[in-house]
């Protein structure tokens, strides 16, 4: 690391990362918490990759047995549950933990101990799931867990299913506890002049995320506590005797919004990138949140087009469809505003905008293939078919994932005081589009010819070149990631220094030092728009920094 | 709102009008594709198996009837992606180009709420329609059978008491549940332990075997032959082994075939 020490390192990164563990252990600061929720997220995308990677490995070709029938279905529970509760929602919330109070001028989050607990409460939640494994079998039957296979007499071998309701209970409340902080800290803390209607969008995004997970964290954890009474205490809510039905019901009420929860900060975070690489403020700025508060309403009226062949009354299922086709609405002048955002604009196609229009391009199947599924009769024919696995990941690896990314390359810089490798970061971009794209595109067709999802393995010879291709890419993925870790880990140490301002961007965060110093900011700069750091350039009250040349970063 | 915002909203009407023209082709021709390849036996195929029975063939023509405006979406909205990608990137601008700063513009904004709204409401109205017409109780069927699910396999009661049970197993072949040809049949279908999901893409979509009561479906297949599905719902260690084939035979074949499990299992 000799190289190291000859650049100018920032005297504040030295005290943000180089605590000693007692101080990781107890540190009530927002941004030390942001990381170790990001870190936790990100190690649980590398653990739930893996078991994709041999879920693949057991479907590359028929009759194949890798795994057995009873470990390959707590495999793809386990895929299901880290990657949606663990990795994507864990993610999410450190980097609004680290970047919210920055972006609105606040020292901390509102709550600093409860924040702590709420993020220690996450490793709990993890370790009780998959303290499943070592207790004869964790959960087996699929991230839903869909009552009464869940029952204690299909699955009386093992404590498992008890784990995995004790960590999503424990993972509500952790979730309860950072809604109730984000929202109180955005309407509490602000910095003056910081209206509401200059919130950066990504502020907003959290906004409705919290208003999300505080409404629909209560009702999953009462479907777990009501699981547990059924096999624990013996009552009968959704046993083969009771109401199987109504598990689905309140598994969804949480489930569909789990969905937004996972995307909206996403949106946030494309929102901040497309004005700042485009050089165009964001279209539509009223229009954004707006559409934001539609979706969050509209997200909780769908819950059952998930049970559409359970057999209800067709104007009830009518009613879901209407909603849920609604939704479109609302996303589409999301995505309509980017793209008027961009029109007209000087694009510099760095990574963090390399990855936003990656996802605007996969996104949009995942929304069109949404409303297929949306529509009753065609979904009787998709539904539990590979057709949705394919529609959910391009939601939520095209979504969620490639937003993520995104988010990384255009936040590590404030993070950690220092830019990602180009070069491995371009590596990283094409190979994860054409593997994403690899595995998932042709995955629609596997469920239209009739392969059911959650099958252990397959007897239809038809399926097997498909599958093929698809285990190949999505070992392509795994390649990407591990590109992608190697650069993170190489650029925290020896990449280029950022400095403040490395984008030219417009919110506040970009006004503090990279990494910002424990309390953030010396003075909390003046907000008379909601670009207030562009503003501050034009008046020149930031040292001038020349336009780069086109492709030099 | 600038003086820019008119003109960009002119100029964004205008990329879509001649998007429209230019592409025209480039929408229809996945659409053609679809129609015509829909009989490729296995590989890869943008449709569901040709449909036997009138409730597939109907969710069948919904597919289709989506795909025309999802398909006219998704290749203007790419077009516009890529329209960005090309156009406006820094590089193509020239030197020292700074773009219109446009916060907004309220006609455009308008515009594409209005018409996904329509689009939406449209496919909605078109699925309700069918929804109403296939998904309602059937009451003049010519006979019941009584599907019930199980770990792991399903059992077919017929009207004249016999029971043909399709064993799960992934081994070979199950034995068939047989059926006459144009003849309406409902399905009762149940679950006797967890929640089953009956399905054969041929014939039609699916239908939950959930425990606590009873769900219903039907088929009227059009001709002669056999016809796979699958559980489509996670049921235990066994559920890939849940294997459904149906057979459809002539008026006399299934009379005799009747005659002969009579006396089987008698």
Not at chain 1, 163 to 178: D, H, P, Q
Not at chain 1, 246 to 270: A, D, K, R, T
Not at chain 1, 346 to 360: D, H, Q, V
Not at chain 1, 407 to 415: L, M
Request: with cysteine.
């Amino acid at each position: 690391m000799a190289a190291v020490q000859t650049l100018p390192r920032p005297k504040a990164y030295d005290d943000t990362f180089w605590k000693p563990i007692t101080l990781w252990l107890t540190t009530t600061d927002h941004k030390l918490i942001g990381i170790m929720y990001m870190v936790t997220g990100l190690l649980s995308f590398v653990i739930g990759g893996i078991f994709a990677l041999i879920i693949r490995l057991q479907l590359s070709q028929p009759h194949l047995s890798v795994v057995d029938a009873e470990t390959y279905n707590q495999l793809i529970s386990a895929h299901g549950v880290t990657m949606i509760f663990f990795f994507v929602t864990i993610f999410l919330t450190g980097i609004a933990n680290y970047m919210v109070p920055i972006m609105i001028g606040a020292r901390d989050m509102a709550f600093p101990r409860v924040n702590l607990l709420g993020f220690w409460l996450v490793p709990v939640s993890i370790l009780l799931y998959y303290g499943g494994f070592f207790t004869g079998g964790a959960l087996d039957a699929g991230w839903t867990g869909y009552a009464p296979l869940t029952e204690k007499a299909y699955q009386g071998h093992s404590l498992g299913v008890d784990f995995w309701a004790l960590s999503i209970i424990v993972w509500a409340i952790s979730g309860i506890m950072a809604s109730t902080n984000f929202l109180t800290t955005i309407v509490a803390l602000r910095a003056p002049g910081m209206k509401l209607t200059r919130l950066p969008l990504f502020v907003w995004a959290q906004i409705s995320t919290s208003i999300l997970l505080l409404v629909v964290g209560a009702p999953l954890a009462a479907a777990m506590i009501l699981v547990e009474f059924d096999r624990q205490l013996g009552t009968q809510f959704f046993t083969t005797q009771g109401r199987p039905v109504l598990y689905q019901h309140l598994f969804w009420f949480f489930g569909h919004p789990e969905v937004y929860i996972m995307i909206l900060p996403g949106f946030g975070m494309i929102s901040e990138v497309i004005p700042v690489f485009a050089r165009k403020p964001i279209f539509g700025y009223m229009s954004m949140v707006a559409a934001l508060f539609g979706i969050v309403f509209l997200s909780m009226t769908v819950w059952a087009h998930h049970m559409f062949t359970v057999g209800m009354n067709t104007y009830v299922e009518g009613f879901f469809m209407l909603m849920t086709m609604l939704i479109a609405v609302p996303t589409g002048i999301k995505f309509f505003n980017w793209i008027a955002t961009a029109w007209w604009g000087s694009i510099e196609f760095t990574l963090p905008m390399k990855f936003a229009f990656g996802f605007l391009a996969t996104f949009l199947i995942g929304g069109i293939t949404g409303v297929y599924l949306a529509s009753v009769p065609v979904d009787t024919q998709l539904h539990q078919s590979y057709y949705v696995v394919a529609h959910l990941h391009y939601v939520l690896f095209g979504g969620s994932v490639f937003t993520i990314f995104a988010g990384i390359y255009y936040w590590f810089p404030k993070i950690t005081g220092r830019k990602l490798n180009r070069t491995l970061g371009e590596w990283n971009f094409w190979t994860l589009f054409v593997g994403f794209n690899g595995t998932f595109l042709i995955m629609h067709t596997l469920g239209l010819e009739g392969m059911p999802r959650r099958i252990a393995t397959y007897a239809n010879p038809a399926w097997a070149a498909t599958n093929m291709i698809i285990t190949v890419s999505s070992f392509l993925i795994a390649f990407s990631v591990l590109l992608f870790f190697i650069n993170v880990i190489r650029s925290w140490y020896g990449g280029e220094i950022a400095g403040n301002d490395p984008w030219r961007a417009n919110t506040l965060e970009w006004a503090t030092t990279s990494p910002p110093p424990p309390y953030n900011f010396e003075r909390v700069p003046p907000v008379r728009s909601f670009m207030p750091l562009r503003d501050l350039r034009e008046a020149g009250e930031l040292p001038a920094e020349p336009e780069p040349e086109p492709g030099s970063r | 709102m600038g003086p820019g915002d008119a003109a960009l909203g002119a100029d964004i009407l205008g990329a879509v009008k001649a998007s429209i023209t230019r592409l025209w082709p480039l929408a229809i021709a996945p659409a053609a594709f679809l129609l015509s390849s829909c009989e490729a036996p296995g590989g890869i195929s943008p449709i569901f198996p040709t449909p036997v029975s009138p409730n597939g063939q109907n969710i069948f023509n919904t597919y289709i009837g989506i795909s025309v405006p999802a398909i006219i979406v998704f290749v203007l909205v790419e077009a516009a992606l890529l329209w960005v990608v090309i156009k406006y990137r820094r590089s193509k601008q020239p030197a020292g180009y700074i773009p219109p700063q446009v916060h907004g513009n309220f006609t455009l904004e308008i515009a594409w709420t209005i018409a996904p709204l329509i689009i939406v409401l449209g496919i909605a109205g078109y699925s309700f329609a069918e929804l109403q017409k296939d998904f309602q109780p059937v009451t003049n069927y010519d006979f019941e059978v009584v599907v019930s699910g199980h770990q792991f396999g399903w059992n077919y009661t017929y009207p004249e008491g016999f029971t043909i049970q399709q064993e799960g197993t992934l081994a070979g072949d199950v034995q068939p549940f047989v059926v006459p040809v144009n003849k309406l049949i409902r399905l009762r279908m149940q679950g006797t332990d967890v929640i089953h999901s009956w399905w054969v893409p041929a014939i039609s979509g699916k239908t939950d075997a959930v425990p606590g009561y009873d769900n219903f479906t039907w088929l009227k297949i059009d001709r002669v032959g056999t016809w796979r599905g699958e559980c489509a719902e996670l049921c235990g260690s066994g559920h890939s082994t849940m294997q459904i084939i149906v057979q459809s035979m002539e008026q006399s074949d299934y009379d005799a075939w009747v005659q002969k499990q009579k006396a089987g299992q008698s």
